[in-house]
Structure formats: structure tokens, C-alpha cells
């Protein structure tokens, strides 16, 4: 189950989990209103799992703050991907969109 954070108020925020496994960091993040939805589009399937992406309710700011932390980053969502490349850290070109909803994956090697 999601936590949720009494700060961020509903629909602004976004949810963020952070996997440690070894020396790997993985974080998954969506924009809080997208959390337990399905996308498709044509053959793509996005699945926006609570299991995968339902961590704790955060802000846009710490999600992108997240990004140097992180090995394997995975973002969902117009707040959270459009804030990534607006701070740099994502380039607009590697953005997909699956029926309308931005996201990118980013691996560190």
C-alpha cells in the first residue's frame, strides 16, 4: 500500500520507490493521479502498478533530486517526466508517450 504524505496535496504530487539490491539503485516514480492505471497504445502496454511505482506520496522536486541517487530510473507522468527534462537530467528526445503519458527509462553505465 501507497504512504500517503498529509503535505503534498492530492493530483500535485507524485509517487516515488526506490529499490536497493546489491550495489543497483532503481527508482520508480509516476505522477500521483496515474498510480494503479493501465495504458495502452497499439502493441505498448503501461502498466502503472502500485507494486511497482505505489512507494511513499512525495513532490515533483524530490523525485528529480532522486534521479543522481539512482542507477536505473523509470518516470511516468507529465509533472514528473517534464520536470526531469526541464532540470537537465532527462533529454526531451528519449521521451516516449503510450497513449498520451510521457516516460523514459534511464540507465547509468
Given at each position: 500500500m501507497p504512504e500517503e504524505?498529509?503535505?503534498v496535496p492530492k493530483g500535485r504530487g507524485a509517487y516515488l520507490k526506490i529499490f536497493k539490491q546489491q550495489n543497483m539503485v532503481l527508482i520508480a516514480a509516476?505522477?500521483?493521479e496515474l498510480l494503479g492505471n493501465v495504458y495502452r497504445e497499439g502493441r505498448l502496454?503501461?502498466?502503472v502498478s502500485r507494486e511497482?511505482?505505489?512507494?511513499?506520496l512525495t513532490?515533483?522536486?524530490?523525485?528529480?533530486?532522486s534521479i543522481d541517487l539512482a542507477d536505473v530510473v523509470n518516470l511516468v507522468g507529465e509533472r514528473v517526466v517534464g520536470e526531469a527534462v526541464r532540470s537537465g537530467k532527462v533529454h526531451r528526445d528519449a521521451?516516449?508517450?503510450?497513449?498520451?503519458?510521457?516516460?523514459?527509462?534511464?540507465?547509468?553505465l
Open positions: 504524505n498529509p503535505t509516476c505522477d500521483g502496454k503501461m502498466d511497482f511505482y505505489g512507494g511513499r513532490d515533483v522536486e524530490e523525485v528529480v533530486r521521451v516516449i508517450r503510450i497513449a498520451g503519458i510521457p516516460h523514459v527509462q534511464i540507465m547509468k
